[in-house]
């Protein structure tokens, strides 16, 4: 079961990889993992990709697929997996398939988690976050026990810059301009579902898991 999460930033998708991943037994694989990794154990590709971060220049598309090939090829996927934020773009989607093709395989699905982008600026100003422990908390969904403070370690809890309105409506206008346009192009191999991100997000797994089968 090879799956792609798609879904603007703050729509949840990250959240439902991880259970997608714990129920079905399959690795979540995030980019950001995939580059740590590399360059936490010092392989070729990891050295390739640090040249770039270091400079603070993105890693190409290409690398990004040879790091996320790599990856994918391990024992532990032999039964699937979950891609979550890659491909992030058409020429990463083609880039993937080709690699893929390579080794005759081809994704089964890629989950839209759809949330309309004044749900996502409302929920992502409500996120909170502690500087010192690095606990994330919600003012409506999963509030701090003392308003502004961290339950797990007592520091003050803070809206970080990336989660202000302005720089949300910014993600926002990168991921519609770059990543929505994968709607489309997973539609036209009929691997694409919807799900209504807006609901909580145990009725987002539950229809998920509806698309997947048990």
Not at 27 to 35: A, E, L, N, R, V
Not at 73 to 102: H, M, S, W, Y
Not at 116 to 137: F, H, Q, S, W
Not at 165 to 187: A, F, G, N, W
Request: aromatic share 6%; hydrophobic share 35%; glycine share 8%.
């Amino acid at each position: 079961m090879k799956i792609i999460m798609l879904g603007a930033p703050g729509a949840g998708k990250g959240t439902q990889a991880k259970q997608i991943a714990a129920k079905y037994q399959i690795p979540h694989i995030s980019t950001g993992d995939i580059f740590r990794a590399n360059i936490k154990n010092g392989t070729e590709l990891g050295k390739k990709a640090k040249t770039y971060m270091d400079q603070g220049a993105l890693v190409p598309d290409e690398l990004t697929c040879d790091l996320v090939m790599d990856r994918i090829q391990q024992d532990d996927c032999a039964n699937g997996f979950v891609l979550d934020g890659f491909p992030r773009t058409i020429p990463q989607a083609e880039a993937l398939d080709a690699a893929l093709a390579k080794i005759n395989q081809t994704m089964d699905y890629a989950i839209d988690v759809d949330v309309p982008d004044e749900n996502i600026v409302k929920r992502m100003g409500g996120r909170r976050a502690c500087l010192n422990c690095g606990a994330t908390y919600h003012i409506v969904f999963n509030p701090t026990k003392v308003e502004g403070v961290c339950d797990a370690c007592g520091s003050k809890t803070v809206l970080r810059d990336d989660d202000k309105p302005e720089t949300v409506q910014k993600r926002l206008s990168v991921y519609h301009d770059q990543t929505q346009p994968l709607i489309d192009y997973y539609k036209k191999q009929n691997i694409l579902k919807s799900v209504d991100g807006t609901q909580p997000m145990d009725k987002v797994f539950a229809d998920i898991v509806t698309i997947l089968g048990e």
